[in-house]
């Protein structure tokens, strides 16, 4: 089973840059499927982006779109989350996980999931 350990995350200004980075220990993280996904105070865990085993395919939620960018390095078993021009709203502990079934946008489809990474961006 992949475990996965997310780091990469801080405090950032509006308009600023960050890259997340997932490392994942197991030998099955370059067949998965893997998401991002972010958990703002007091709201549900929503979907981020995804991205394909192979890296053929990128799925990103529209508030995001343009200016995130997942990919994957599997032979140094790596997920990354490059986050430009963010804005306050983009305030959330941020995690990645690997997909198992179901559809990409439910959180419900991912298992294991990593700990999480705190972004803060200032306005």
């Known amino acids: 089973q992949v475990q996965l350990v997310e780091s990469g995350g801080g405090l950032v200004q509006a308009g600023g840059s960050l890259r997340l980075s997932c490392a994942a220990s197991?030998?099955?993280?370059?067949?998965?499927?893997m998401g991002w996904f972010r958990q703002a105070p007091g709201k549900e865990r929503e979907f981020v982006a995804y991205?394909?085993?192979?890296?053929?395919?990128?799925v990103y939620a529209d508030s995001v779109k343009g200016r995130f960018t997942v990919s994957r390095d599997n032979a140094q078993n790596t997920l990354y989350l490059q986050m430009n021009s963010l804005k306050s709203e983009d305030t959330a502990v941020y995690y990645c996980?690997?997909?198992?079934?179901?559809?990409?946008?439910?959180?419900?489809?991912?298992?294991?999931w990593g700990q999480g990474t705190q972004v803060t961006v200032s306005s």
């Open positions: 991205i394909e085993w192979n890296g053929d395919r990128t």
């Open positions: 197991g030998r099955t993280f370059s067949n998965s499927g």
């Open positions: 996980a690997a997909i198992r079934g179901g559809i990409i946008y439910y959180t419900s489809s991912y298992h294991p």
